[in-house]
């Protein structure tokens, strides 16, 4: 059992930061890549950020607004998240690859006021 848990969400106004975090613990071998994805009301989860074998890559919609870092100790991964804009409301998913599987978050929700 893999039991990935986030935190950090919440409502911001626009302009405004803030960083989510996500740890995963339980039956996980070693992981191999850790991202962030997010859902908007009405909208299909998509892709945020991925950090991989110390390599990053991004949506061209948070490129340069969002960064997204790991610590290998911890077994969590962070995305910082600033000038959010209310186009990022969305719920946040962590998702973790181990050699085997890959798993979700709960999900944290993200509200930027305008």
């Known amino acids: 059992q893999v039991q990935l848990v986030e935190s950090g969400g919440g409502l911001v106004q626009a302009g405004g930061s803030l960083r989510l975090s996500c740890a995963a613990s339980?039956?996980?071998?070693?992981?191999?890549?850790m991202g962030w994805y997010r859902q908007a009301p009405g909208k299909q989860r998509e892709f945020a950020a991925i950090?991989?074998?110390?390599?990053?890559n991004y949506a061209d919609s948070v490129k340069g607004r969002f960064t997204i870092s790991r610590d290998n100790a911890k077994n969590t991964v962070y995305l910082q998240m600033n000038s959010l804009k209310p186009e990022d409301t969305a719920v946040y998913y962590c998702?973790?690859?181990?050699?085997?599987?890959?798993?979700w978050g709960q999900g944290t929700q993200v509200t930027v006021s305008s």
């Open positions: 339980g039956s996980i071998s070693s992981i191999n890549a």
């Open positions: 950090t991989s074998g110390g390599s990053t």
């Open positions: 998702r973790v690859w181990d050699y085997a599987n890959n798993y």
